[in-house]
């Protein structure tokens, strides 16, 4: 065999050898990014009323699991929903914010707020100074919950915001959705809730208006956000004889409208509007 086709022969080795193994990369890299990248499928509708009311029923109060530190402060750490967590973004968080808390720590989810395409998640209290957890126990039955009087406590220290991207206007979700989408950051399986037997304390007919989901007259703040969770909208005006009274108001019309009125601390008044 001549001289250039031996070059010629290596040449064609070395070409295929190189596709080969741009191969094995390709399909190596493909696997990592399968393996990280949580799952993201939701419907094609956006976020409505009901579903809303239900994510904060089931996520809000809830504890987890870090899988991942969490940077501190109010400003709030990205996660876009179907991506893999970008660990550099993350690692610069941690050295500018410092860390809310380490990787394997106990959290708790303690505040859910709306926007158009993000879903912005309080952990520990947020960006609040300081923390208490007793003051964000969340005591009810299941998904119903409240949060008991204030306590006078050691603080603890400052929490975190984890902010969900869609890339779109919120999609319509469900709170296990929600979870899967915070999965990247937080492992919410084998974690029990902060829930205790706190309904066995309340007069038989309010306790059943709690597992029925409904607010009625008689109730105070406690019992309703058991119940039917916390208000989209609070409203305060004073009546004709002066007396000053707060709507919580659930949903949006020409959805159905809850509006449930407190005079001091007790329901005086339940409307339904369809």
């Not at 029923?57 to 991942?68: I, Q």
Request: proline content about 7%.
């Amino acid at each position: 065999m001549g001289v250039r086709h031996i070059v010629a022969l290596a040449a064609a080795i070395a070409f295929a050898a190189g596709i080969f193994g741009f191969a094995k990369i390709e399909a190596a890299q493909s696997t990592v990014s399968t393996q990280t990248t949580p799952k993201s499928d939701h419907p094609a509708k956006d976020l409505q009323p009901e579903s809303r009311l239900l994510l904060i029923r089931g996520v809000d109060g809830e504890n987890a699991k870090l899988v991942h530190s969490l940077p501190a402060g109010k400003h709030g750490f990205m996660l876009a929903v179907g991506k893999p967590l970008d660990a550099q973004h993350l690692r610069d968080a941690l050295r500018l914010w410092g860390t809310a808390a380490g990787q394997g720590d106990t959290i708790q989810i303690t505040g859910l707020e709306f926007r158009y395409r993000q879903i912005r998640v309080q952990i520990n209290g947020g960006g609040k100074k300081h923390f208490n957890w007793r003051q964000h126990l969340q005591i009810g039955m299941g998904d119903m919950s409240s949060t008991p009087p204030p306590d006078t406590g050691p603080m603890q220290p400052i929490g975190g915001v984890l902010i969900l991207d869609y890339g779109r206007p919120l999609p319509d979700m469900t709170p296990e959705d929600l979870k899967r989408d915070l999965g990247v950051m937080l492992d919410f399986s084998k974690q029990q809730s902060a829930a205790v037997n706190w309904i066995d304390t309340i007069p038989p007919k309010f306790k059943q208006a709690i597992t029925d989901h409904k607010a009625m007259v008689g109730m105070d703040e406690d019992m309703v956000i058991a119940a039917v969770g916390r208000p989209d909208h609070k409203v305060r005006q004073r009546d004709p004889d002066g007396k000053e009274t707060e709507d919580w108001i659930y949903g949006t019309p020409p959805a159905k409208t809850v509006f449930v009125t407190f005079a001091g601390d007790s329901v005086i008044r339940v409307k339904e509007f369809n």
